[in-house]
């Protein structure tokens, strides 16, 4: 499914005419002007997958960032922008095929970090107050309660619970499981699938982060899938190189002088991945 069509970004000229007017203000960047336009970016083309490829500094972060902020995509954690963000984005113009799903979203890595944090904490709260319940259940189970009022009652049912249930149920009855007990990775994984829906478009920057590689390429499957099957649209930024594998993506590669469409094949990073393993494939029989 595609829902953006094209994307076009600001010129050179145009970004000059700009930075001509503010020459004199006292600002030391006008991030995001400069940074695609060096690049020679002016459009990107979508296909149902398309992916951003490049080192750090090649403006593939931004380029999303820039898209979902035009497009008013809905977001969860803050991003690096400047007092010229809006400028920039008022420059940019789109394009699209159908119109863009309510629940479409753009999906960083600190947002896959927030919930994992959060998980690890919640659960930990979770621990601590298992321990607690624990010593409970001993004093309770130990002590000849006596109920003297209503008041009482409450307290009257921990105990009565605690001489007729094993400690491990007295502790299950009062307290919820565990909400996941999963590693970081497992956590990581769950988060794109609750929060990826069908019908939607979805930006996703360096998704890998946090996955093994086995849990990068169910995620690369979860993806092909969804873009296939279920009218989703995605647009990602990535170094993996199972996600760029993807069945019918789109390559940019945006750390050519100008950017190009590229098979993934042909990107210097997985080149380097295949002459390494074909410099030690012996090792491996």
């Not at 750090?56 to 902020?69: D, M």
């Not at 959060?118 to 930990?124: A, F, G, I, P, Q």
């Not at 189970?141 to 009257?156: A, C, G, N, V």
């Not at 996955?211 to 989703?232: H, I, T, V």
Request: with cysteine.
């Amino acid at each position: 499914m595609i829902y953006l069509s094209h994307f076009t970004f600001p010129d050179v000229e145009l970004e000059y005419s700009f930075l001509m007017g503010i020459r004199r203000t006292c600002y030391d960047t006008a991030y995001p002007f400069q940074v695609l336009s060096r690049h020679g970016l002016r459009m990107l083309d979508f296909e149902p997958v398309t992916i951003l490829y490049g080192g750090n500094g090649s403006g593939k972060t931004t380029a999303l960032n820039v898209i979902a902020e035009k497009i008013h995509l809905k977001r969860e954690a803050v991003y690096n922008r400047s007092n010229f963000f809006e400028d920039y984005t008022a420059m940019c113009d789109y394009e699209l095929q159908e119109p863009v799903p309510g629940g479409s979203r753009i999906i960083t890595s600190d947002d896959v970090f927030d919930f994992v944090l959060n998980l690890r904490c919640l659960n930990d709260g979770i621990n601590n107050k298992r321990e607690e319940l624990f010593e409970e259940y001993l004093e309770n189970k130990y002590s000849h309660f006596q109920m003297r009022s209503l008041k009482d009652y409450e307290q009257l049912k921990k105990s009565y619970m605690a001489h007729t249930k094993t400690q491990s149920k007295y502790v299950r009855n009062n307290l919820m499981d565990n909400v996941r007990e999963h590693s970081n990775g497992e956590s990581a994984f769950l988060y794109f699938s609750e929060q990826i829906h069908e019908n939607g478009l979805y930006l996703l920057d360096e998704p890998e982060n946090s996955l093994a590689p086995a849990r990068q390429q169910e995620l690369m499957k979860f993806l092909e899938d969804s873009a296939r099957f279920f009218g989703c649209q995605f647009i990602i930024s990535t170094h993996s190189p199972f996600l760029l594998s993807m069945r019918g993506a789109k390559i940019y590669d945006m750390d050519e002088e100008v950017v190009d469409v590229k098979r993934w094949t042909e990107l210097p990073g997985i080149r380097a991945y295949f002459d390494f393993f074909k410099k030690h494939e012996g090792e491996f029989l």
